[in-house]
Nanobody, 122 residues
Framework: QVQLVESGGGSAQSGGSLRLSCAAS???????MGWFRQAPGKEREGVAT???????TYSESVKGRFTASRDNAKNMLYLEMNSLKPEDTAMYYC?????????????????WGQGTQVTVSS
């Protein structure tokens, strides 16, 4: 089992920055960790993934603005969010799985955190 706890959410102005963190505990390094988000009335969507070898994948909507990283020694996952837009407002979730591949598909992920709210005002 893997336990995931997000932190770092909050409010920001359009164009501002926030940094999210996710602490993983309870198991060895998972192959894939990712960030997902869900806005009110919308489906949960993938934002970024980081493989155990530190390779990353981003959704088109955040590419060039967000940077995902992980520290395997500390079992931590991070999301640096810059040039924030009001449409980035959502609950952000950390997720992980042991399986092959590291894609932005919610169904791939077995372990999820409780989420942290990000609100961007114009």
């Amino acid at each position: 089992q893997v336990q995931l706890v997000e932190s770092g959410g909050g409010s920001a102005q359009s164009g501002g920055s926030l940094r999210l963190s996710c602490a993983a505990s309870g198991s060895y390094n998972t192959n894939c960790m990712g960030w997902f988000r869900q806005a009110p009335g919308k489906e949960r969507e993938g934002v970024a993934t980081v493989r155990v070898d530190l390779g990353t994948t981003y959704s088109e909507s955040v590419k060039g603005r967000f940077t995902a990283s992980r520290d395997n020694a500390k079992n931590m996952l991070y999301l640096e969010m810059n040039s924030l837009k009001p449409e980035d407002t959502a609950m952000y979730y950390c997720a992980a799985h042991y399986g092959w591949g590291c894609f932005l598909r919610t169904d791939d992920y077995a372990f999820w955190g409780q989420g942290t709210q990000v609100t961007v005002s114009s």
